[in-house]
């Protein structure tokens, strides 16, 4: 009884003190990290944060998009967010000279994605058209700030002297890779198509990159859809036109070339 009190406090102290080598999954929006960090939760049977919400509205939000919003003051504000020992929130990859130092230990995920279904994702999620050449602003300024940031790309400085959101959308596309680029902390780099050609091989690999247990097997579970699923039934031509589909290959080609895309 005396060794369970005595675990039990010592996990709870744990807890409070949050994980000392954290695994913070990171990426562009919609690039497969909430269902690549879930996964990984459920396979070595560790509890993880998927999204750090007080990051996306309201106060924190707004000032997060303005640029003006410190990792620090974050942590503080949702400190139970950060004491995971899995962390996936995209936003964060906008910030990881910050997360370095705030988690020097930590190892960091970084999850990518073909731009072509990136941005095709994104804007399914908006249930916004790809093909179009420039968006209403009142349509932009409805979405929360986490979405208003992703599609005006303002924090970013991304394509300020451009009224297509299809080319700030691929800029930012080139700026998650940039960060990638520039990351000193240990780091995998896993692309999104790899992890769904086998899903339970890429899990349990990662799993053993991490030094972490293979404690479940996630066979039964590999598809679950952690978010609602994009329409894929339709080609990038269909989706953007000619010439937005240009646009992205134009402006993410030198990355999709090193990261093996433009064959595809």
């Not at 910030?95 to 970084?110: G, L, R």
């Not at 086998?198 to 066979?219: F, G, Q, W, Y």
Request: proline share 3%; with cysteine.
């Amino acid at each position: 009884m005396l060794n369970n009190t005595t675990t039990i406090i010592k996990k709870w102290f744990r807890w409070r003190r949050g994980a000392e080598k954290p695994i913070i999954i990171l990426g562009n929006q919609k690039s497969g990290t909430t269902a690549i960090a879930g996964l990984l939760a459920e396979c070595a049977n560790l509890n993880c944060t998927l999204d750090i919400h007080e990051m996306h509205d309201g106060k924190v939000g707004r000032r997060y998009a303005k640029g003006d919003l410190q990792l620090s003051e974050i942590i503080k504000s949702c400190k139970h967010k950060f004491r995971t020992p899995i962390i996936k929130e995209p936003m964060l990859t906008f910030m990881a000279d910050q997360v370095t130092v705030e988690f020097p230990d930590s190892t960091i995920v970084f999850i990518i994605r073909d731009p072509r279904d990136n941005i095709r994702s994104i804007l399914n999620r908006l249930e916004i058209p790809g093909n179009l050449n420039t968006l209403n602003e009142d349509i932009v300024n409805s979405f929360p700030e986490s979405w208003k940031d992703v599609l005006k790309g303002s924090r970013l400085g991304l394509c300020q002297e451009s009224t297509n959101y299809i080319e700030r959308l691929a800029e930012r596309w080139n700026h998650a890779l940039d960060t990638y680029d520039n990351i000193s902390n240990n780091k995998i780099l896993i692309r999104y198509e790899d992890f769904l050609s086998s899903k339970v091989l890429a899990i349990e690999e990662l799993c053993r990159s991490l030094n972490l247990p293979v404690r479940r097997d996630i066979t039964e579970i590999q598809d679950r859809q952690y978010q609602k699923k994009g329409d894929r039934d339709i080609t990038w031509e269909e989706f953007y036109g000619h010439e937005n589909l240009a646009r992205i290959q134009a402006i993410c080609s030198d990355k999709m070339t090193r990261f093996n895309y433009l064959s595809n």
